[in-house]
C-alpha cells in the first residue's frame, strides 16, 4: 500500500500565518504539522509517500522533507494547479499508486491511534475512519447502521448521526476510475464525500472509529487546541521516563 498526504489549499481561514508558507509546515507545538500525518503512515509500514501540493509553497516542502532518507521512506511529489478539492487533489496520485490501494491522509489531521492493523488487513472496497464529536455540522457526517454506513452527507445542518469522518482514508485502486466520474459540487470542487458514497452504495464501504484524540489543526483555536494537547502529551512521556 502506498501513501498520500493532501497538502493543498490556501489555507485562507490561517491568513496571515500562510501569506509565506504553507498551512501544513507551521507549527503544531514542536513539530511541522506535516510531521504527524507523515508519522502517522510511516509507523503503518507504509515506505512510499506521495505529497500533493499547490503551486505556492511546493518548494517548502523540498527543503523541509527533501527525498525522505530521514525518514526511511521515499517521498514524491505531486502539484494540484488549483483548490479543486481533496477529489481532485487524490486524483493527481494515479500514477503513483500504481495500481495498488492508497491510505490517504489530510495533512492538517493528527491522528493518536495507529493505523498498522487497518492497513495490514485492507484488501477490497475503501475504509473510512469516524470520531464522535460534539459539532457534526461542520464535518462530512456518517449514518450508521449496526456495523455498517449507510449514506455520507457533506456539512448537514441537521446531522444523522455525531461521527465525523476524519481526514483519513483508505481506498482500492477503483477509488481513481470513481473519481473520473465526479461532477463539481456547488463549490466548485470534487468532493471526497461523493467517492465515499460510491463504496457506500455499493456495500463496499468499511468503518473503523478512532478510539485516541483527533485534531484538525486547519483554524487558530484547533491550530492552538492541538498544540496544547501535544505539549501536555510530551510532558507526560519526559515526567514518565
Known sequence: MKGVILAGGTGSRLFPLTKVTNKH????????????????????????????????HA?????LLGSGKEFKVKITYEIQDEAGGIAQA??????????????????DNIFEDSIKEHVKDFKKGAKVFLKEVTDAQRFGVAEVKGEKIIGIEEKPKKPKSNYAVTGLYIYDAEVFKVIKT?????????EITDVNNYYVNKGEMKLAM?????????????LLRASNVLKEKEEKKSSNS
Not at 518548494?59 to 527543503?63: I, M, R, S, V
Not at 465526479?182 to 470534487?190: F, H, Q, V
Not at 478512532?210 to 484547533?222: E, I, M, Q
Open 25 to 56: 509546515l507551521l507549527p503544531v507545538y514542536n513539530k511541522p504539522m506535516i510531521y504527524y500525518p507523515l508519522q502517522t503512515l510511516i509507523e503503518a509500514g507504509i515506505k512510499e509517500i506521495m505529497i500533493v501540493s499547490g503551486p505556492g
Open 59 to 63: 518548494g517548502h516542502f523540498l527543503n
Open 90 to 107: 487524490l486524483g493527481l496520485a494515479e500514477d503513483f499508486a500504481d495500481n495498488e490501494p492508497v491510505c490517504v491522509i489530510l495533512g
Open 182 to 190: 465526479l461532477k463539481p459540487s456547488g463549490r466548485g470542487e470534487l
Open 210 to 222: 478512532v478510539k485516541g484524540y483527533w485534531l484538525d489543526a486547519g483554524t487558530f483555536n484547533s
